[in-house]
């Protein structure tokens, strides 16, 4: 079997995600601020509250920045998460789908306390390899301690808002080599394919 990346992989759940009609509707921190500037009789008092609100803490902000940025990283063909304003678009979704917040906001607090439990630090400040052993033991369902299942329903949750927000993206879209459509020119179907098929164009 080919090997495949991690960044790959989620992409290629991302786009499951997108053909089943599970997408979330992208928003970063671009977008509102574009969004703002419209004309305010085009927008209900209730959007313009949201779109000035915030979920996260700075606290919370900065774990979810980190983490999103460890799920995906910047390579050699695009920047990693927060790049593609992923963390804001995390928050938005939290304000945008309330039912999000309690499992969203428990699941950052849980990873907290493992982390202050091992290493007496918060994840934000732990060292990378830290922060790996703590992933480690919650990112693959298959291998994950029960003892960890509010652990591993979180961060399944969170990297899919994360694999999301970055291809929905203009990053993202870029990552994905996505042309849109855009028009094309066909000439029909090369002669050697013709001949194999035994076919041929006719002049009626």
């Known amino acids: 079997m080919k090997n ?4 790959q992989a989620l992409k290629t759940l991302t ?27 085009d927008l209900s008092e209730a959007d313009r509250k949201m ?18 940025d460890l799920i995906i990283p910047a390579d050699d063909r695009s920047g990693n998460a927060s790049d593609a304003g992923v963390p804001e678009f995390i928050d938005f979704m939290m ?19 493992q982390c202050l439990e ?11 390899d830290q922060q790996k052993e703590i992933l480690d033991d919650i990112a ?23 694999a999301t927000g970055f291809w929905t993206s203009k990053i993202g879209i870029e990552d994905l080599h996505y042309m849109g ?8 179907c090369p002669p050697a394919a013709l001949e194999k098929l035994g076919v041929q164009y006719s002049d009626t």
């Open 4 to 7: 495949i990346t991690r960044r």
């Open 15 to 41: 786009l499951g995600s997108f053909a089943a009609g599970l997408t979330l509707t992208a928003c970063t921190e671009q977008a509102k601020q574009q969004t703002l500037q419209l004309d305010p009789g």
């Open 51 to 68: 779109l000035q609100e915030h979920f996260f803490t700075d606290h919370e902000l900065a774990t979810v920045r980190q983490l999103a």
């Open 95 to 113: 304000l945008d789908q309330p039912r999000h917040q309690t499992a969203m906001r428990g699941g950052l607090r849980w990873l907290d306390t």
């Open 118 to 128: 091992r290493f007496n630090y918060t994840f934000v400040d732990c060292s990378p």
């Open 140 to 162: 693959w369902p298959q291998k994950a301690n029960p003892a960890m299942s509010q652990g591993e329903a979180f961060f399944n949750m969170f990297r899919d808002f994360t």
């Open 181 to 188: 459509n855009k028009a094309t020119s066909w000439n029909g």
